[in-house]
């Protein structure tokens, strides 16, 4: 069984068309979405109404906890309020029937394939979808993180950045992002021009890991943010290269 796994859309609809473009070619049995899927993006509205006509499972992000009940956050600069106004714009954009769409996203989602093996699902970690499990997260907070935890195979998302990590008798994944992906060079942060995502297939005593990614255009996203009328489309322009 192959499960293709979304996560951190961010309302970025370009990306995301991007992405259900090449699964046509993948088909997956099946497809989970870690969560974060309208804010901070162009598109909020248009990212909901397309996730709402797939057949997939959703878990509940911390953007989309904030959207359902959208209170300003202390910023500390004019990036920062600026990037406050683009979220508060965005939840404006969502309808009632967006909103209860996001509210029936789940904490977590458990997939049993046809071996019997568990891959569990998050945002950030079973406990918290503000945790973060990245490549440099120290054991002993992976300990506490994932306490209790049975399955062999987890699958989170929320840092935005691709993740392969073996840890005791466990397999880390992170898919990356569909719609904000980033790459750090110390205080420098880049959006390169891609959409990611994984697709995991299990079964007897295989197991098999893609980290994909597809190409998107910048003039497109250009385009579709112009179209928005979102706050701020330069700022969020910026930083794609």
């Avoid at 996001?102 to 569990?120: P, V, Y």
Wanted: aromatic share 8%; proline share 5%.
């Amino acid at each position: 069984m192959r499960v293709a796994i979304l996560s951190d859309i961010h309302g970025n609809n370009v990306a995301l068309e991007t992405v259900l473009s090449d699964l046509k070619i993948i088909q997956p049995d099946m497809l989970v979405c870690l969560g974060d899927v309208a804010v901070i993006g162009p598109h909020p509205q248009k990212v909901i109404e397309q996730l709402r006509s797939l057949e997939c499972s959703f878990v509940m992000g911390n953007t989309d906890s904030w959207v359902l009940a959208p209170k300003p956050w202390e910023t500390e600069n004019e990036v920062q309020q600026a990037f406050l106004e683009i979220e508060l714009w965005c939840a404006q954009q969502l309808s009632n029937e967006d909103l209860e769409f996001i509210s029936k996203f789940q904490s977590i989602q458990e997939i049993i394939f046809e071996n019997g093996e568990i891959m569990l699902c998050c945002h950030g970690s079973p406990r918290s979808y503000n945790d973060v499990i990245g490549s440099t997260t120290s054991e002993e907070e992976l300990d506490n993180f994932l306490s209790g935890v049975q399955a062999k195979i987890l699958v989170s998302g929320h840092t935005h950045e691709p993740m392969y990590r073996v840890y005791q008798d466990k397999v880390l994944i992170n898919p990356g992002s569909v719609g904000l992906p980033r790459i750090i060079k110390g205080e420098q942060v880049r959006h390169p021009l891609w959409a990611e995502y994984a697709v995991v297939e299990c079964g007897n005593d295989d197991f098999g890991l893609e980290l994909r990614r597809t190409s998107v255009k910048k003039e497109a996203l250009e385009q579709a943010v112009a179209d928005s009328g979102m706050p701020h489309a330069k700022l969020w322009l910026r930083d794609w290269s």
